[in-house]
């Protein structure tokens, strides 16, 4: 649970536009407290509600305290993540590539069930039924370096020749409400979060096209962490994969079936897409 000092911290941070936080999950009694950067593709209060309860369960069971920390956008997450400071993080797949050649970041976890794919919105009554009628228009992305809502989604426009203005929205939900809101004609989002979107938002729009798919967001540590504790985080997250209690705590955290993870098979291919062009440093 956040408790009051939590939950003023997070009002505060959603105020001001800087980051929220919270203090201490799980274990109180630990030496050491370990942060733990999510990345913000929903809004920072429904991401804090829904890492919360799980991070508490593994933290309990590892003997570890876990500092959330939730940046105000994904550029300023990503700036946190190349610098070392997060002790663990939840991040893309093209961020573990990024975090692994400039800190060493190991993946830990990811989710087995179904794999990531950008997916292109449009209103539902919008007359564009190809990607090539898009020349010219004002696309949203959540940031330029979401990897499947914008650089796989990007790079292959840019490959087929097809140029756009991209508009950087900071969230997946602001895509798809800037799409459903005719602010722009198209957005970029993934199937993970479009399909928690509620219901009548999701009527209103259409998905024009998606990409391929990939292995989804790993849960990673920076190589600093002891190699143990590593591995009661990791045991302990699989664990709580076969509880049927914490299977809706799962869910909410984007890891309904948790398994491990391993960089050379889950995310090494993605170093052969070639998205290195289209990788925005800082960007906003």
């Known amino acids: 649970m956040l408790g009051t000092a939590g939950a003023a911290l997070l009002v505060l941070g959603l105020l001001l536009g800087l980051e929220a936080k919270a203090d201490c999950v799980g274990d109180h009694g630990a030496r050491k407290t370990q942060s733990v950067h999510l990345v913000p593709q929903i809004p920072p209060a ?17 003997g570890q305290c876990f500092e959330i920390r939730i940046a105000a956008s994904i550029p300023a997450f990503e700036a946190a993540l190349l610098a070392g400071e997060a002790d663990f993080a939840f991040m893309n797949p093209y961020h573990q590539v990024m975090a692994k050649r400039r800190q060493g970041y190991v993946p830990l976890v ?16 919008s007359p564009v039924t190809a990607v090539g009628e898009l020349a010219g228009a004002t696309l949203a992305f959540p940031a330029p370096n979401a990897f499947a809502a914008s650089l796989l989604i990007r790079a292959s426009l840019a490959r087929q020749g097809v140029a756009i203005q991209p508009r950087w929205v900071k969230t997946h939900s602001n895509v798809y409400r800037a799409v459903a809101a005719r602010e722009v004609l198209a957005g970029g989002g993934v199937n993970n979060t479009f399909h928690r979107e509620p ?6 729009l259409r998905v024009l096209w998606e990409t391929p798919a990939y292995a989804s967001h790993p849960f990673s540590a920076h190589p600093r962490v002891p190699e143990a504790v590593r591995g009661a985080v990791t045991a302990a997250f699989l664990a709580l994969g076969t509880d049927s209690q914490a299977r809706p705590l799962l869910e909410r955290a984007l890891l309904p079936v948790p398994v491990a993870a391993d960089y050379s098979r889950d995310y090494k291919p993605l170093e052969r897409l070639g998205l290195e062009e289209f990788v925005v440093a800082g960007g906003d």
């Open 199 to 204: 219901e009548g938002l999701r009527r209103e």
């Open 110 to 125: 990811r989710d087995d069930r179904g794999r990531l794919s950008g997916l292109l919105v449009v209103r539902k009554e």
């Open 46 to 62: 429904e991401l804090l509600a829904n890492w919360t309860p799980l991070l508490e369960l593994v933290g309990r069971a590892t």
